[in-house]
């Protein structure tokens, strides 16, 4: 159903079940999949591709040109995978030529209201970003991340699977696999052991990845030092091996 006041352009393309609420626009080069819903005062601008079974809440801005200066107008894309929720006033703005003229997310994420995700961030699955989370420019984050409300993300910074930032949180460095950081200086505060335990990790690679903090925080250890030990583990741990590769990938050096 397409509400008759909803301005929908000639060239966007939606399928026959897509949604449309009261005075929503989606512009040119806008591609819409199959059960998704928009309601009433979403902007949706392309080009962007966006999958199936998402719902966008109200007043939300989906696709815009970034607020990069250095951003010239050049054709850059959003892309949006299935299932996801984004709540009300949620923006996400397209990427630059400057990174891969990309933004992406992915599957399953719950984004509530008034979450930004800047120019080229690449977002994966399963996430949930909590009212007034903001990602900076080029942000990564991996899957089943947790961001408490008003937390705000540095850019460049990557955020490793199944991490938890609390509340109001700084975020200014790369933040692990499986940490749970908190605070506006931000510091690491053990493992996210309960989100581990509720998708499915076993007792026996908690205790690894426990154990894989204490070398990488609690040890006196530097980052190069930290690694090498974790690699030792990753054999019989591959859990640990992903914690490993992301310490020695990180190019703003993680939280400490």
């Known amino acids: 159903m397409i509400h008759e006041t909803a301005l929908i352009d000639p060239s966007a393309r939606l399928a026959e079940d ?8 989606i512009g040119p080069d806008v591609e819409i999949g199959a059960g998704t819903v928009i309601e009433s005062h979403v902007v949706i601008k392309g080009p962007t591709t966006i999958g199936r079974g998402n ?26 995978g299935d299932n996801n929720v984004f709540r009300e006033s949620v923006t996400i703005h ?6 891969s003229s990309l933004t992406q997310i992915g599957s399953n994420n719950l984004l509530m209201a008034y979450v930004h ?7 994966g699955d399963n996430n949930i970003f909590a009212n007034n989370a903001t990602l900076a420019g080029h942000v990564h984050v991996g899957d089943y991340v947790i961001l408490g409300g008003m937390t705000g993300v540095h850019q460049f910074c990557h955020i490793g699977s199944h991490s938890f930032a ?3 949180s700084v975020v200014l460095r790369d933040i692990p696999p499986y940490v749970m950081v908190g605070g506006t200086e931000t ?25 894989a903090y204490k070398i990488l ?14 690699n030792a583990m990753a054999d019989e741990t591959p859990e640990v091996k992903i914690m490993a590769d992301f310490v020695a990938q990180s190019s703003r050096g993680i939280i400490r």
């Open 18 to 25: 897509v949604q449309v609420g009261p005075y929503s626009v």
């Open 166 to 168: 609390g509340v109001n």
């Open 187 to 211: 510091t690491p505060h053990g493992i996210n052991s309960e989100g581990l335990r509720r998708r499915g990790f076993s007792k026996e690679a908690i205790l690894q990845i426990r154990r």
């Open 94 to 99: 397209r990427g630059t030529v400057q990174d």
């Open 117 to 123: 995700v800047a120019h080229d961030c690449m977002v």
């Open 217 to 230: 925080y609690r040890s006196g250890n530097r980052a190069e030092e930290a690694v090498q030990q974790l």
């Open 55 to 80: 719902h966008f809440f109200q007043f939300g801005s989906i696709g815009e040109q970034c607020q990069d200066k250095k951003y010239a107008g050049e054709p850059t894309r959003l892309v949006i």
